[in-house]
């Protein structure tokens, strides 16, 4: 089955965005619409407040709603009107009975109000004149023409009813409601006011919104090629050469770049490297030791098959005993082998999993030499060991590591300084320190190191080894040098400068 190709995190990080910004714009778009509705609410909450207190003062005033009586009524009261364009009264049968459009008033009393009432000479309304006025001022106050009575009939139904209207640029609200007078239905009145603030507030909106649409999608933008250039792609580097070290490829892809950063790309990249030298360093083990274990125990083999093959033709008893000596020390040797390399894996693994922890090492130490003297003791062998301790007012040394695996060091280098040593003679063990490392010293009086590069001793299957092989399989010292290295620390051999024999120096760090 063909594996699903993943987006990139950056892909999904701009998908996630433009879901948020569609989200928000849903809501956005919502809330625009709800604006200009609301601000004309509003505005019509005041015209009804107006309306309202209008019938008040009809009421109140015992004005007749006739035409004469609401112009009458119009001239003692433009108080009302004064921040309105335009107020028209109607009958309950829809006929208009006064319009403050056609009033002879001040400017300041009715704003975007220039109208004049022509009378005739006795003191009437001239009706020609009055319709010839009364449609300039309406092509003078932007075409707000009368309300037919149809319509006013039709569209009331008991509430107030508005109305908008967007003229030559100009935007009106207007506010149709009823006049009643002691609970009774005398006629209507619609308010209009000029309300060009919504649309500014409305604009005003829109534009902050699409402001800060504008702002935070540059802000996610720069922020988006910072996250691909700085984050995204050098993990995609990582990516590439972890494929490319599993591939096996010739020419693995170059992350140096990313070892200068001290971020937390930096870390990870320098981590991956390190993991990657150590599976490396840790498969080239394995093959160097598969290669010298079949060599090892090619020899063995060797010599066991050639003395199977003399043990059948021989009839001599001492020929037979010898021949069965030498099988018995190879099937050992061959046995000590198998099982030491056993061991060292299971060390290699189990250190992995292991967690370091604050130890004493001087503890430690006297731990190993307690039971190797009474090993010594039950096999009558005659050799000394002692601890050397060169502190500094008692100081203590504690080093950071695995207690049974630095046992497991100290026991081994003990084990090698017994098996070139001969009875009545000493093993030192000194601890001391310097600057920044504790110092472990295991000193013998054999015979020393008759190699140039004492480094060797610490190969695997070294050559130079005791007599008594069948116990020792060449393993040791190469175990001590991984399980120290392990440690942060280092290991190193050469002869005593002044006396015979052997000394080992193991250094691990202090800790702080």
């Known amino acids: 089955m063909k594996q699903k190709k993943s987006a990139s995190i950056l892909r999904k990080f701009l998908l996630f965005n433009l879901l948020v910004f569609s989200i928000l714009g849903l809501f956005t778009i919502l809330y625009l619409k709800a604006v200009q509705p609301n601000l004309v609410k509003k505005r019509t909450l005041n015209h009804i407040t107006i309306i309202n207190n209008t019938s008040d003062h009809l009421e109140r005033l015992n004005i007749e709603f006739e035409k004469n009586s609401i112009k009458t009524f119009l001239l003692s009261t433009r108080f009302l009107f004064q921040s309105l364009d335009r107020v028209q009264f109607y009958n309950i049968y829809g006929d208009k009975i006064g319009d403050t459009n056609i009033l002879d008033l001040d400017q300041s009393v009715f704003s975007k109000s220039d109208s004049i009432i022509e009378l005739s000479i006795d003191g009437k309304n001239n009706e020609e004149s009055s319709k010839i006025v009364e449609k300039k001022n309406?092509?003078?106050?932007?075409?707000?023409?009368?309300?037919?009575?149809?319509?006013?009939?039709?569209?009331?139904?008991?509430?107030?009813?508005?109305?908008?209207?967007?003229?030559?640029?100009?935007?009106?609200?207007?506010?149709?409601?009823?006049?009643?007078?002691?609970?009774?239905?005398?006629?209507?009145?619609?308010?209009?006011?000029?309300?060009?603030?919504?649309?500014?507030?409305?604009?005003?909106?829109?534009?902050?919104?699409?402001?800060?649409?504008?702002?935070?999608?540059?802000?996610?933008?720069?922020?988006?090629?910072?996250?691909?250039?700085?984050?995204?792609?050098?993990?995609?580097?990582?990516?590439?050469?972890?494929?490319?070290?599993?591939?096996?490829?010739?020419?693995?892809?170059?992350?140096?770049?990313?070892?200068?950063?001290?971020?937390?790309?930096?870390?990870?990249?320098?981590?991956?490297?390190?993991?990657?030298?150590?599976?490396?360093?840790?498969?080239?083990?394995?093959?160097?030791?598969?290669?010298?274990?079949?060599?090892?125990?090619?020899?063995?083999?060797?010599?066991?098959?050639?003395?199977?093959?003399?043990?059948?033709?021989?009839?001599?008893?001492?020929?037979?005993?010898?021949?069965?000596?030498?099988?018995?020390?190879?099937?050992?040797?061959?046995?000590?082998?198998?099982?030491?390399?056993?061991?060292?894996?299971?060390?290699?693994?189990?250190?992995?999993?292991?967690?370091?922890?604050?130890?004493?090492?001087?503890?430690?130490?006297?731990?190993?030499?307690?039971?190797?003297?009474?090993?010594?003791?039950?096999?009558?062998?005659?050799?000394?060991?002692?601890?050397?301790?060169?502190?500094?007012?008692?100081?203590?040394?504690?080093?950071?590591?695995?207690?049974?695996?630095?046992?497991?060091?100290?026991?081994?280098?003990?084990?090698?300084?017994?098996?070139?040593?001969?009875?009545?003679?000493?093993?030192?063990?000194?601890?001391?320190?310097?600057?920044?490392n504790y110092m472990l010293l295991v000193k013998d009086e054999g015979p020393g190191f008759s190699e140039t590069s004492t480094q060797k001793i610490f190969k695997r299957f070294y050559s130079n080894r005791p007599k008594n092989f069948g116990e020792h399989s060449g393993l040791g010292l190469n175990i001590v040098k991984n399980i120290v290295e392990l440690h942060k620390g280092s290991i190193t051999a050469s002869n005593r400068p002044n006396k015979k024999g052997a000394q080992i120096e193991v250094l691990l760090p202090k800790l702080n």
Do not use: C, W
């Open 138 to 436: 309406d092509d003078k106050n932007l075409n707000l023409e009368v309300i037919e009575k149809e319509t006013i009939l039709n569209i009331f139904q008991n509430e107030p009813v508005v109305i908008e209207k967007e003229i030559n640029k100009n935007f009106f609200v207007s506010t149709l409601d009823e006049v009643k007078i002691k609970n009774e239905r005398k006629g209507f009145i619609v308010v209009t006011e000029q309300a060009n603030d919504i649309l500014f507030a409305v604009e005003e909106r829109k534009n902050f919104v699409i402001r800060t649409v504008l702002a935070v999608a540059l802000v996610i933008l720069i922020f988006s090629l910072f996250l691909n250039k700085y984050i995204l792609k050098p993990i995609k580097f990582l990516v590439l050469f972890t494929e490319s070290i599993k591939a096996k490829a010739d020419k693995p892809v170059n992350v140096d770049k990313f070892f200068i950063r001290g971020d937390e790309i930096g870390k990870l990249t320098q981590s991956i490297d390190e993991m990657t030298t150590e599976l490396q360093k840790r498969t080239n083990r394995a093959e160097t030791f598969s290669t010298d274990l079949a060599h090892e125990i090619r020899n063995p083999l060797a010599s066991l098959k050639g003395a199977s093959e003399l043990l059948d033709k021989t009839s001599e008893q001492k020929e037979r005993e010898k021949l069965f000596e030498i099988i018995n020390h190879d099937v050992e040797r061959i046995e000590r082998l198998i099982t030491d390399y056993s061991q060292m894996l299971k060390d290699e693994a189990s250190l992995i999993r292991e967690k370091m922890k604050k130890i004493d090492l001087d503890s430690v130490v006297r731990g190993v030499i307690d039971d190797f003297k009474q090993n010594l003791s039950s096999q009558n062998k005659k050799i000394d060991i002692n601890i050397i301790h060169r502190s500094k007012n008692g100081k203590r040394f504690f080093v950071l590591g695995i207690e049974n695996r630095l046992e497991q060091v100290i026991a081994n280098l003990l084990d090698n300084a017994i098996s070139f040593s001969k009875n009545n003679s000493k093993i030192d063990i000194e601890i001391s320190e310097n600057k920044s």
